[in-house]
């Protein structure tokens, strides 16, 4: 069925075959057809940062920028979902087209550059769903804020988020913001860790909600570099890290659309996303909880997430190539 539907909506530039698909996913909710698209999940739930997801199968950040397809994403079959990445600012993102399919390589290259409404409207959007799983919100800094000041923009969407996130994500990865990946390193990762650190331990005592906050890395690091990172999530006691968003290299990819800038995606990523997993399993030693994200198109490549050191996985590009069917596909292998 998925084969059909692809077909026409790769007939369409990506952007708008998103828009197509989370227009009809809603309008196919609204009108109760979701039930008959999907089947029970047979998996066993995991625990993890003090929260019960009902399967390791997670949505990752993008697809729902400002938290609008909830209720129908959810239905899907998803174990949870992490909307944005958002920004304290409504801002338009990059200028179109912005998003290119490399169909035969199952890769996507997209530099949308956090096109989003703001903070504020997502969370209103939050309010208005009837969703009760597992809610990750993704932040991250407007594209006008010099990045010396870009942890104050972290904090106010923090603060905003607390409330009504299941887990928050501080997105320092993403290669479509000026200078966004210098928050990885050096002092500007030690201070953005340790201001929200302080600040999770205020609002936890504030509300008596805790509150989990994982950091989201890019596939791009050295071992120099992810070494830092993860002295770093270690001496802080950082809840969770995310591994990985999108990656430049544009290696095993040669068609011409291969040459857009941008972040890549979906097959070509595995490999380079499962070398970082490996790695930070080895420094984490089990101390901090990994979430595989990145060039997950089969059941299989979920698995190879899971024997490496992750305790869930999340898709995006797979969701697009594979349709949900995948979701069902990976809970099956991973059990
Ligand atoms: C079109 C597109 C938009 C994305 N936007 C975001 C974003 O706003 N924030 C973020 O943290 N990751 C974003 N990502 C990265 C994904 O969340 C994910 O980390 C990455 O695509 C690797 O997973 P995949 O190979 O399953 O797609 C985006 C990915 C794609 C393809």
Redesign the pocket.
């Known amino acids: 069925m998925y084969n059909i539907i692809r077909f026409f909506l790769f007939l369409f530039n990506?952007e708008v075959a998103h828009h197509l698909a989370m227009k009809s996913l809603k309008i196919a909710n609204y009108l109760g057809l979701l039930r008959f698209a999907t089947k029970r999940i047979q998996c066993r739930p995991r625990s993890l940062m003090g929260l019960k997801f009902d399967n390791p199968v997670g949505l990752?950040?993008?697809?729902d920028?400002n938290a609008e397809y909830i209720d129908c994403l959810s239905k899907l079959g998803f174990g949870f979902i992490e909307v944005?990445?958002l920004t304290p600012r409504p801002q338009p993102g990059n200028p179109k087209p912005r998003?290119f399919r490399l169909t035969k390589e199952e890769g996507?290259i997209?530099r949308?550059g956090?096109n989003n409404d703001g903070i504020d409207k997502a969370i209103d959007n939050i309010k208005k769903t009837k969703f009760k799983g597992i809610l990750g919100i993704?932040i991250?800094k407007n594209f006008d804020t010099p990045i010396n000041e870009a942890v104050n923009d972290y904090l106010v969407c923090f603060r905003k988020s607390y409330l009504f996130a299941s887990y928050i994500?501080l997105?320092v990865?993403?290669p479509n913001t000026k200078n966004l990946r210098k928050l990885q390193e050096g002092e500007s990762l030690e201070e953005l860790l340790k201001v929200i650190n302080k600040e999770q331990k205020i609002l936890h005592k504030k509300y008596k909600k805790y509150v989990p906050f994982l950091l989201?890395i890019s596939p791009d690091n050295t071992n120099l570099q992810l070494s830092f990172i993860c002295k770093l999530l270690l001496k802080y006691k950082i809840d969770g890290v995310?591994a990985?968003?999108?990656t430049l290299s544009r290696s095993g990819v040669s068609s011409m659309k291969s040459e857009e800038a941008g972040?890549l995606?979906?097959l070509p990523?595995r490999l380079s996303?499962l070398k970082t997993l490996k790695y930070l399993k080895t420094k984490l030693n089990g101390k901090i909880p990994i979430i595989g994200?990145?060039?997950?198109m089969s059941g299989k490549d979920g698995k190879e997430k899971i024997d490496n050191g992750a305790e869930l996985i999340?898709?995006?590009?797979?969701l697009i190539f594979k349709g949900h069917k995948l979701i069902y596909e990976l809970c099956r292998e991973i059990r």
């Open positions: 990506p990752a950040a993008g697809l920028k944005g990445t998003s996507i997209n949308f956090f993704n991250g994500v997105n990865s993403s989201k995310i990985t968003n999108t972040g995606s979906g990523l996303s994200v990145g060039g997950i999340q898709i995006y590009s797979g």
